[in-house]
């Protein structure tokens, strides 16, 4: 049909062919993502079957990781720190553009002993 045949149609006439295209199209995209399903089925089983997954809670949970210890403190902030994983936090990196080394905002590791107390009778106590 070219363009000049529409121009002659009415609208009631427009309005059908609308609606025959309408429910054409939904048919053929109804029975094109049914193929598509059938086959993502067939390929999630076929991988299934490859491969076992890998350790997995049954309650759909994520296994405990370990606390991440922050390596890093911003001096301005005390309480902004990082811990070396993922991106660069904002202070850090205005800060490391400024000229700084990393190394300048690390966090001591140091082990800072306790004091004793000694109690009257002599005997040690660890505070």
Known sequence: MGGSDFDLMSIDELW???EELASTLAERLSSEKDLLEARLRQLSQQNSNERQPKTTVSNGKRRP???VVPKYRNPDDLAETWSGRGKRPRWLA????SGKQIDDFRIS????PRPLNVTPLGKREVS
Do not use: D, G, I
């Open 16 to 18: 059908s062919l609308h």
């Open 65 to 67: 990781y370990p606390a």
């Open 109 to 112: 590791t140091k082990v800072v």
């Open 94 to 97: 205005a800060l490391l553009k």
